[in-house]
């Protein structure tokens, strides 16, 4: 490991489209006094060629094994699909590699608590891209729960809209890998899966569920050529539950974008007041999101604004900054020791809730 700057190698960049490109890139630059990209391994070395040179960095390795085998990288980023997740990540923990690695860590539960296990067997450190519990909004009102503003929580409520799961996809490719139950990439996993990991940052874990998945649109429109996909997998998400603290949860997830823009509206209900949180839509890992309060006899709710403290430095576009903070955290903890990005222990718990809710999830009873 260099004595200044980790070397980052990026599993899965195409300029202008990935994730990696969107957000790893941007993020590892506003970082540059800690990270330095090292290259980048695609599906083929012609991809990491182009890759490498629209973006400009100083290397395209032939494929995931080379990448992991250089001696120069410290910490190998996975940002491909989840199917290849567990393959990939086990080829940079078994190589020495620490792993930042998107959300969902595994396809399933099984495989999320293997490539933890194996991280943990190897001493390397594992962060997972759960980037909304790092979210300024989500520390700040996390300080604010902690510090009473509303007094004792007594219950929160979170509805939202899933984006991508409305009927409409943009392309076929992608809609076809969104749209299956079977890819790890669903309404589910992914806008609830982040939303979730930040509300249990503020309010701590579940401790009891029941849940309903339901898919209400079997079949999914391509955009400017009106095919038909199949949809397997849930456009409706409702959960309701127990937090450990003892106040009840309910959150609903609808597929699809809000007419109007508000498409994320997350109540917590105390003693003493209410806050709203509020977002365009229910990604709340990528996503400006607002607080507004209203305590004792007050009857408009005000808004609160976040700190400056809060940002860190960083970014304030959710989409990049965040995933700035966490590789922020990541540094520090490779650093010091200590522990504050989201691990792949924390993932594996996430995993647990999210498979508790396919578990618990209720059936159409057959007239």
């Known amino acids: 490991m260099t004595a200044s700057r980790f070397r980052i190698g990026i599993v899965g960049l195409e300029p202008g489209r990935s994730w990696a490109a969107r957000a790893h890139v941007p993020a590892l630059r506003a970082l540059s006094d800690s990270f330095e990209i090292a290259g980048a391994a695609n599906t083929s070395l012609e991809s990491a060629q182009r890759a490498a040179a629209e973006i400009g960095l100083p290397k395209a390795y032939t494929n995931v094994a080379e990448l992991v085998a250089d001696a120069e990288v410290d910490i190998v980023a996975v940002t491909v699909k989840v199917s290849h997740h567990l393959e990939i990540a086990k080829a940079a923990i078994e190589a020495g590699k620490h792993v930042y690695c998107e959300w969902p860590l595994g396809n399933v539960l099984a495989e999320a608590e293997e490539i933890a296990a194996l991280a943990k067997a190897k001493g390397v450190l594992g962060v997972v891209g759960t980037q909304a519990r790092v979210a300024p909004e989500i520390q700040y009102l996390?300080?604010?729960?902690?510090?009473?503003?509303?007094?004792?929580?007594?219950?929160?409520?979170?509805?939202?809209?899933?984006?991508?799961?409305?009927?409409?996809?943009?392309?076929?490719?992608?809609?076809?890998?969104?749209?299956?139950?079977?890819?790890?990439?669903?309404?589910?996993?992914?806008?609830?899966?982040?939303?979730?990991?930040?509300?249990t940052e503020v309010l701590g874990p579940i401790a009891q569920l029941?849940?309903?998945?339901?898919?209400?649109?079997?079949?999914?429109?391509?955009?400017?050529?009106?095919?038909?996909?199949?949809?397997t997998t849930a456009d409706q998400v409702l959960v309701s539950g127990v937090l450990v603290s003892g106040a009840p949860i309910s959150v609903h997830y609808v597929g699809g974008m809000p007419r109007d823009g508000a498409g994320l509206l997350w109540e917590i209900n105390g003693t003493q007041g209410d806050i709203r949180v509020k977002g365009p839509f229910g990604h709340a890992q990528l996503v400006p999101l607002t607080i507004e309060a209203a305590r004792?006899?007050?009857?408009?709710?005000?808004?609160?604004?976040?700190?400056?403290?809060?940002?860190?430095?960083?970014?304030?576009?959710?989409?990049?900054?965040?995933?700035?903070?966490?590789?922020?955290?990541?540094?520090?903890?490779?650093?010091?020791?200590?522990?504050?990005?989201?691990?792949?222990?924390?993932?594996?718990?996430l995993h647990r809730v999210i498979a508790a809710i396919e578990t618990a999830a209720t059936h159409s009873i057959e007239p």
């Open 142 to 199: 996390k300080q604010l729960i902690v510090d009473g503003f509303v007094g004792e929580v007594l219950s929160t409520t979170l509805v939202a809209r899933g984006g991508g799961w409305g009927g409409i996809v943009p392309d076929k490719k992608n809609g076809a890998y969104l749209l299956d139950n079977a890819s790890g990439a669903t309404m589910l996993t992914i806008p609830v899966g982040h939303t979730l990991a930040g509300l």
């Open 210 to 231: 029941s849940s309903v998945l339901a898919t209400r649109r079997t079949a999914a429109v391509v955009a400017g050529t009106g095919e038909t996909l199949p949809v």
């Open 296 to 349: 004792g006899d007050e009857k408009a709710f005000q808004r609160l604004e976040v700190p400056a403290s809060y940002l860190g430095g960083l970014p304030s576009d959710p989409a990049h900054g965040n995933v700035a903070r966490n590789y922020a955290r990541m540094a520090r903890d490779l650093r010091d020791g200590t522990r504050t990005a989201p691990t792949f222990d924390d993932a594996v718990v």
